[in-house]
């Protein structure tokens, strides 16, 4: 996934209110509303890049203890544990500051939640791929079926969950 199909989506697990706030509009307030449940379904799992992912379990740490989880509160608060400093920390600024300055709106949250997930469905199968074919090469005979049978209930797990998801179950 894009980096900036990325951001679009984690900058809408802001409420809309609330990016205005930023701007010194709005309801100080507002950051106490939830997030989207389809945003809130996402995991840092569902990100190919592990800085997005960082980024994205920072800011649903925040979200989830019920604190603000504006641009200014998550840097403070990565600040605050050490998180800015070396090259991670640097990619994590710049994410953040990315995200922020986007100016997405709020329409196209749907179709970004749908690509990050989508994306990461698929890659769960060229993992399995992978797997199997490790395993074909490395595993003894009376464990490959076995194999086969936990990534196929692994990727069933996955379909379900991304259907769910979609229909607004999760």
């Given at each position: 996934?894009?980096?900036?199909?990325?951001?679009?989506?984690v900058a809408h697990f802001l409420p809309v209110e609330q990016i205005g706030s930023e701007s010194g509009q709005g309801d100080s307030q507002d950051w106490r509303q939830l997030p989207n449940p389809r945003v809130a379904a996402l995991t840092s799992a569902d990100f190919y890049r592990p800085v997005n992912a960082a980024l994205f379990t920072a800011i649903s740490e925040l979200v989830e203890a019920g604190k603000?989880?504006?641009?200014?509160?998550?840097?403070?608060?990565l600040q605050q544990e050490g998180r800015t400093s070396g090259h991670l920390g640097?990619?994590?600024?710049?994410?953040?500051?990315?995200?922020?300055t986007i100016g997405v709106p709020s329409t196209e949250l749907e179709?970004?939640?749908?690509a990050v997930l989508t994306q990461a469905y698929r890659r769960g199968f060229r993992e399995a791929a992978r797997s199997l074919a490790q395993a074909a090469e490395e595993l003894p005979e009376d464990q490959l079926f076995e194999h086969l049978l936990s990534i196929g209930h692994e990727r069933r797990a996955a379909s379900q969950r991304l259907a769910a998801i979609r229909e607004g179950r999760a």
């Open positions: 996934m894009s980096a900036r199909l990325w951001m679009k989506s603000p989880h504006n641009s200014a509160h998550v840097f403070t608060t640097k990619q994590l600024t710049k994410a953040l500051t990315d995200i922020t179709h970004n939640i749908s």
